[in-house]
T-cell receptor, first 112, second 113 residues
């Protein structure tokens, strides 16, 4: 069964600090992996997309990594800001069918 | 603004009622979706329509019926609402060139009392 597990479930950090969110998956076949940011009361917004051959991709202060061998991905946030407070969702897309499997998300709270 | 827009944003209704949620996208995308997000924030795909044709229908009670009058619209009709239907429902769309590049609407919070 395709599954996506994220950790930690929730995280509280101080403004300016860095943090790393984890995503492990068992989806097969694999097409791509995306990280989404979901602000409270809003729909998810795509941050990064990683394909099989990509190891690292950055989008501003967000850097995603992918290890396709161990089926793990991480999202690193540098110099956190209050606006980073949100839920971060890892989504893995199956090859061929493009059916998504969502993780349950990591709830990040950034305190001043 | 180019976007996926869904209405209403909030919907409170009694058990047993029938309700509809509307969705429209002006992005020119070929595929539209309905997702359900439960109280634990877990997103699950319900339906997928490509150019008005149903292509994904996950295990969803047949009280839920999607309707796509044209490529830009995908409405969700729910019959005989139950307490367990309370959730946030998201509409989304994606282009043919990037099938998993979803653009989500802002969600409809459905509360069944």
């Amino acid at each position: 069964k395709n599954q996506v597990e994220q950790s930690p479930q929730s995280l509280i950090i101080l403004e300016g600090k860095n943090c790393t969110l984890q995503c492990n998956y068992t989806v097969s076949p694999f097409s791509n992996l995306r990280w989404y940011k979901q602000d409270t009361g809003r729909g998810p917004v795509s941050l990064t997309i990683m394909t099989f051959s990509e190891n690292t991709k950055s989008n501003g202060r967000y850097t995603a990594t992918l290890d396709a061998d161990t089926k793990q991905s991480s999202l690193h946030i540098t110099a956190s800001q209050l606006s980073d407070s949100a839920s971060y969702i890892c989504v893995v897309i199956s090859g061929g069918s493009y059916i998504p499997t969502f993780g349950r998300g990591t709830s990040l709270i950034v305190h001043p | 603004d180019t976007a996926v827009s869904q209405t209403p944003k909030y919907l409170v209704t009694q058990m047993g009622n029938d309700k509809s949620i509307k969705c429209e996208q002006n992005l020119g995308h070929d595929t539209m979706y309905w997702y359900k997000q439960d109280s634990k924030k877990f997103l699950k795909i319900m339906f997928s329509y490509n150019n008005k044709e149903l292509i994904i229908n996950e295990t969803v009670p047949n009280r839920f019926s999607p309707k796509s009058p044209d490529k830009a619209h995908l409405n969700l009709h729910i019959n005989s609402l139950e307490l367990g239907d309370s959730a946030v429902y998201f509409c989304a769309s994606s282009p043919r060139t990037d099938p998993s590049g979803y653009t989500f609407g802002s969600g409809t919070r459905l509360t069944v009392v």
